[in-house]
């Protein structure tokens, strides 16, 4: 198993930043692609970026078109941590944030759900305009 607990969210103002952070426990987490998702009211799950290992001592992010170039994901696999850095925040960010992990290191799908293996309880992100 690879629990994952998300922590970070809160209550911002548009324009606002926040910064969440999802620690894994378990000796494989560098073997997996780590994702963060958000749900709002009503909504379905959707992707907002991933890291995936390229297979040297480096990461590839993917993201959403929805939050490039204002949302930033990073990871350190000593620590077991995966960050996403939240800039820019608009009202349509308010969702509560989920991050995931899976077993598959592609591009294969990364922004489906369903191809995730283990998710954390979820931290909720509320932008205020």
């Known amino acids: 198993q690879v629990p994952l607990v998300e922590s970070g969210g809160g209550l911002v103002q548009a324009g606002g930043s926040l910064r969440l952070s999802c620690v894994a426990s378990g000796r494989t987490f560098s073997s997996y692609s780590m994702g963060w998702f958000r749900q709002a009211p009503g909504k379905e799950r959707e992707f907002v970026a991933a890291a995936r290992w390229s297979g040297g001592i480096t990461y590839i992010a993917d993201y959403a078109d929805s939050v490039k170039g204002r949302f930033t994901i990073s990871r350190d696999n000593a620590k077991n941590t995966v960050w996403l850095q939240m800039n820019s925040l608009k009202p349509e960010d308010t969702a509560v944030y989920y991050c995931?992990?899976?077993?598959?290191?592609?591009?294969?799908?990364?922004?489906?759900?369903?191809?995730?293996?283990?998710w954390g309880q979820g931290t909720q992100v509320t932008v205020s305009s």
């Open positions: 995931a992990a899976r077993a598959l290191n592609s591009r294969d799908r990364i922004g489906v759900p369903d191809t995730y293996d283990y």
